[in-house]
């Protein structure tokens, strides 16, 4: 009997802290995975068959994990990483190339509220880059914090050629002006040593090291009191320049 009371106990005080902390509260999502290791959340963007391309269904899916995971106390660090081969391929073109006229503003203004959803998030966000970034998934890339990618991965902004304009500022704000220019402007690849040399990532590790490599880092950021991950979280923000990026993202993604 008194086990059995000590069990009870035990569980009871269990559930007051996940409800506390507001673990355990994760919506279920139909094109995300959601993983907790302590106090780091691993976020994978699950559209293998379409190398992660954004849809509006995955952005809104990223906009109210990233809000959830925003308030929850238990969590100080959040990975964002991919499925299968690619991190992910931008934009989804087949849902775009669908739109009628009607709808293209609605779609432009989501697209800018998915951006700065991403961009305001006040925790410190790693991506772990597992293949392909490319177009929109490089501009999710370069919204994160930190960014660890394996070997195989690549980069570029490849819709200059098909009339879409990439986002400067974003590519700007990480590498430079002179060569974020040239891949704006050429839409040339570069792989995983070449955006190592450029400072777009951080680091670069074997494809079977990655999400080992990116909760090493967090684990290190997560040593830091919260407050002052808030505080230099928003300064980040501040210093970015979201007035400035909403203004080009407006022009480059052609809402009025």
């Not at 106390?73 to 299968?84: C, E, Q, T, Y």
């Not at 839409?187 to 951080?202: P, V, Y």
Request: proline content about 3%.
């Amino acid at each position: 009997m008194r086990r059995g009371f000590q069990e009870k106990v035990l569980i009871e005080r269990a559930d007051k802290n996940r409800s506390l902390h507001g673990v355990g509260k994760m919506s279920t999502y139909k094109w995300l995975l959601v993983e907790r290791e302590g106090n780091i959340a691993i976020i994978t963007l699950n559209r293998p068959d379409k190398r992660n391309a954004l849809s509006s269904e995955v952005r809104r899916e990223l906009e109210q994990c990233l809000g959830e995971l925003e308030i929850d106390k238990a969590v100080k660090v959040a990975i964002l990483s991919g499925s299968g081969s690619a991190f992910c391929a931008g934009f989804d073109t087949n849902e775009f190339m669908t739109l009628t006229e009607d709808k293209m503003k609605a779609f432009f203004e989501s697209s800018i509220q998915y951006h700065l959803a991403v961009m305001k998030f006040q925790k410190p966000l790693i991506a772990a880059i597992n293949g392909p970034a490319m177009a929109g998934g490089l501009d999710l890339a370069l919204m994160c914090d930190f960014r660890v990618a394996s070997e195989n991965a690549v980069f570029g902004h490849p819709e200059i050629k098909f009339g879409a304009t990439p986002l400067y500022t974003l590519l700007r704000n990480v590498i430079g002006d002179g060569l974020a220019r040239d891949l704006c402007l050429t839409g040339r690849r570069i792989d995983a040593q070449e955006a190592f040399r450029t400072g777009l990532l951080n680091k670069v590790v074997p494809q079977n090291k990655l999400i080992e490599e990116a909760k090493a880092f967090a684990s290190q950021i997560s040593e830091a009191p919260d407050e002052t991950l808030k505080t230099l979280k928003k300064t980040f923000i501040e210093v970015t320049g979201l007035g400035e990026f909403e203004k080009t993202a407006r022009a480059a993604l052609g809402a009025s």
